[in-house]
């Protein structure tokens, strides 16, 4: 059984930093993608940023040059590392796996339980 557990959330004042890391455990045969999504009371979850298996990067406009996702493959972590937040960065962030247990089972997405993230003064 695979699971998601993500870890690093927090209150933070506005300007400041949060790191979130998130841990693959169980066995992967292999991650495609992986990426953070946020879910704010009342919205609609949304993507933050994504990590291709090659290192490449994807992010929404509200977080570019603020956020960084980066991976470790060996380890199947993800981190996004959130620099200058602001009160709207405030949400549940969810860690997300696109992947595959063993070579039978097919390829489908995995989702962690959450970290909440509150930017307040």
């Known amino acids: 059984q695979v699971q998601l557990v993500e870890s690093g959330g927090g209150l933070v004042q506005p300007g400041g930093s949060l790191r979130l890391s998130c841990a693959a455990s169980?066995?992967?045969?292999?991650?495609?993608?992986l990426g953070w999504y946020r879910q704010a009371p009342g919205k609609q979850r949304e993507l933050v940023a994504t990590?291709?298996?090659?290192?490449?990067?994807n992010y929404a406009d509200s977080v570019k040059g603020r956020f960084t996702i980066s991976r470790d493959n060996a380890k199947n972590t993800v981190a996004l590392q959130m620099n200058s937040l602001k009160p709207e960065d405030t949400a549940v962030y969810y860690c997300?796996?696109?992947?595959?247990?063993?070579?039978?089972?097919?390829?489908?997405?995995?989702w962690g339980q959450g970290t909440q993230v509150t930017v307040s003064s």
């Open positions: 990590i291709t298996s090659g290192g490449s990067a």
């Open positions: 169980g066995s992967m045969f292999m991650i495609y993608g």
């Open positions: 997300n796996a696109d992947g595959q247990s063993t070579i039978l089972t097919p390829r489908r997405l995995y």
